[in-house]
């Protein structure tokens, strides 16, 4: 079996292991984790990131028991009391994305006094001071239900700062939440019936109003309530409509491809590449042949396929030889 690769199939990969072998009665030691995604998934992971991998799926809230739990293994509980979550691609990429906690702080550094372990500075960076003000105060207005005001920031061409506009935006907030490395706030504003999202590290002046919020079920994408994980697939990810994509890529990508798409990629080998079935939104298919355009090539719909090549030939225009 082709060997998988990367971060995030690796997490993704110890929930299905989990999921698809792990019971109460039979928990899965470290050891046979590592040996069911080599069995399934051609993956070889060693135990120290196994280890590591089942530390952030608990801090991200998935309902793991563990050996200090039950003294024997690794299941996902499924009774009442455990915390309910969706085993969401997009949530997980969005946890692996974020600053690292304290708890895994911790656990890095006593993994260090027995093997060095490098941290890229990307893993270590840190949210900025002000932004933790800020989620503070618009935690606190959505436990008070009542509306915020601020002023938003644009980022110019010199990267300079500079307010969007003179006065401040008046707003009713529901929920935050974090997706590629920044945290957003989703709100309504008065006289618009839609929800929007403003990056909370873009926010000047945060001032709680003494004004109740506008109901997030009076909006009309909210008439059943305000379903977050939904939205964030949507606006940020883009996974709410999906077509079907055939993509011929070189043998190297797989793990790219597992990823980027999870449960919704089917690989056949063909010789040293993949032929993958992708059921996706042209929006994340189309971002993954543009990383990797010199080892993909798009077979299928023909339509995206003329599309792609319009826009390489719109490119090489801007581009001439000389």
Known sequence: ????????????????VLEQHAEKRDPLSTRRIIEYLKEDFGMIAERKAVGRNLILLQEMGFPLSSYQDNGKGYYLRTDAE??????????????????????SEREIARLQDAVPIYVSDAERRTQPEKVLETLDLLK????????VSFMYTVVRADGTKAPQRETPFVVSPYALFLAEGYYYVIVSISGYGRLLHYRCDLMDAVKLTEQPIREA???????????????????????????THTVLCAGHLTGDLLDTFGDAVRMRPEGETVRAEID???ETVHRFL???LKHTTLLAPAWRRAQIREELLSALSTYPQG
């Open 1 to 16: 079996m082709t060997e998988t690769k990367g971060k995030k199939a690796l997490s993704l990969c110890i929930l299905r």
């Open 82 to 103: 455990s915390v309910v979550h969706e085993h969401d691609p997009a949530a997980l990429d969005a946890f692996l994305r974020a600053p690292r906690s304290e708890r």
């Open 140 to 147: 606190e207005a959505i436990e008070r239900k009542c509306t």
């Open 217 to 243: 079920e009076t909006l009309v994408e909210c008439t059943d309530g305000l379903d977050v994980a939904a939205y964030v697939n949507r606006t940020i990810y883009h996974t709410d409509v999906r077509e």
């Open 280 to 282: 996706a939104p042209w």
């Open 290 to 292: 543009s990383d990797n």
